[in-house]
């Protein structure tokens, strides 16, 4: 059973910068494309970045030249390294699988907040 913990939220200030970190256990990490995820109160939860195991990035719009996602294959990890925060950034971010329909157990998530 693969596990996540995401850590690295916290509060900041609009402009402002995090960088956010993923640890997988289990093995297979490598082969498979990850994914950040955020859910805000009263909303879905959405897929704002995305690395394949060859290291191509993909981002939502709203995210696209503040935020990048990286990967350390040998330490099992994703990160996300978020600048220029807005309050609309605020969210619980997640960390998973990214692209077709299976995903791991969510992990508890980091909270990210952006004051105005």
């Known amino acids: 059973q693969v596990q996540l913990v995401e850590s690295g939220g916290g509060l900041v200030q609009t402009g402002g910068s995090l960088r956010l970190s993923c640890v997988a256990s289990?093995?297979?990490?490598?082969?498979?494309?990850m994914g950040w995820y955020r859910q805000a109160p009263g909303k879905q939860r959405e897929l704002v970045a995305a690395?394949?195991?060859?290291?191509?990035?993909n981002y939502v719009d709203s995210v696209k030249g503040r935020f990048t996602i990286s990967r350390d294959n040998a330490k099992k990890s994703v990160y996300l390294q978020m600048n220029s925060l807005k309050p609309e950034d605020t969210a619980v971010y997640y960390c998973?699988?990214?692209?077709?329909?299976?995903?791991?157990?969510w992990g508890q998530g980091t909270q990210v907040t952006v004051s105005s």
């Open positions: 998973n699988l990214a692209g077709g329909s299976l995903r791991f157990a």
């Open positions: 690395i394949t195991s060859g290291s191509s990035t």
């Open positions: 289990g093995s297979l990490f490598s082969l498979n494309a």
